[in-house]
């Protein structure tokens, strides 16, 4: 049986096997931790726990719940859920998004989404706090690694977003959505900082209007 590090360095890439990576996020000691594994790397990252990293969190996806409602497009959003392709990678997303036709396709039940039973989403979200320059990086390959259509990342210290769309292994800048047709991303950068001023009903409301 293979054991995992008594002491783990939290919110770091390390060195790791797949099997090693596994006893480690099934150790309850980090079931409130976020586990990701990448070319032969780990990191066990901890939740963010401040209010802006929060607020940004819940007011992006009433945003896109939102939008996705007046436009008339079937849309499953997942908070927090766990994407893996057993033996080589594995994500965990703030918030990740099934669009359109794709919307029924979303992984059901209480185990970890197999991406050898069940397709990505169309959109994967990082919320980042203390780890931008990892979402940027790192992050951002595993993610054209795992081929979802659509990666952004929302820097909370300074309520912008920054958006790739994700083909052929790569990714590119995008300012407007792809998985979203229509959606600028300068408007929901618009909502994070309403949202530092104004509650959230204030904030729906407004949105309706640009919508």
């Known amino acids: 049986m293979?054991?995992?590090?008594?002491?783990?360095?939290?919110?770091t890439w390390t060195s790791a096997t797949w099997d090693e990576?596994?006893?480690?996020?099934?150790?309850?000691?980090?079931?409130?931790?976020?586990?990701?594994?990448?070319?032969?790397?780990?990191?066990?990252?901890?939740?963010?726990?401040?209010?802006?990293?929060?607020?940004?969190?819940s007011i992006f996806h009433i945003a896109i719940t939102l939008f996705c409602a007046l436009k008339g497009i079937p849309v499953k959003g997942l908070v927090n859920a766990s994407f893996r392709k057993p033996g080589t990678k594995e994500a965990q997303p703030d918030l990740s998004y099934y669009v359109g036709a794709r919307a029924e396709l979303a992984p059901k039940g209480s185990s970890i989404a197999n991406l050898d039973e069940v397709p990505g989403p169309d959109l994967a979200v990082e919320i980042a706090?203390?780890?931008?320059?990892?979402?940027?990086?790192?992050?951002?390959?595993?993610?054209?690694?795992?081929?979802?259509?659509e990666y952004w990342v929302v820097d909370v210290a300074?309520?912008?977003?920054?958006?790739?769309?994700?083909?052929?292994?790569?990714?590119?800048?995008?300012?407007?959505s792809q998985v979203f047709p229509g959606l600028e991303l300068s408007l929901l950068e618009e909502v994070l900082r309403l949202a530092r001023e104004q509650d959230d009903s204030q904030v729906t409301a407004w949105l309706m209007g640009q919508f």
Do not use: C, W
């Open 158 to 176: 300074a309520a912008e977003i920054v958006a790739f769309t994700i083909a052929d292994g790569g990714s590119r800048r995008i300012t407007v």
């Open 2 to 11: 293979v054991q995992a590090p008594t002491k783990p360095r939290l919110n």
């Open 21 to 57: 990576f596994l006893s480690l996020v099934d150790d309850p000691a980090y079931e409130k931790a976020k586990g990701y594994y990448f070319d032969g790397l780990m990191k066990v990252e901890t939740m963010g726990v401040g209010p802006d990293h929060a607020s940004d969190n």
């Open 129 to 149: 706090d203390s780890s931008l320059g990892d979402d940027l990086g790192r992050k951002r390959l595993l993610y054209e690694a795992l081929g979802i259509a």
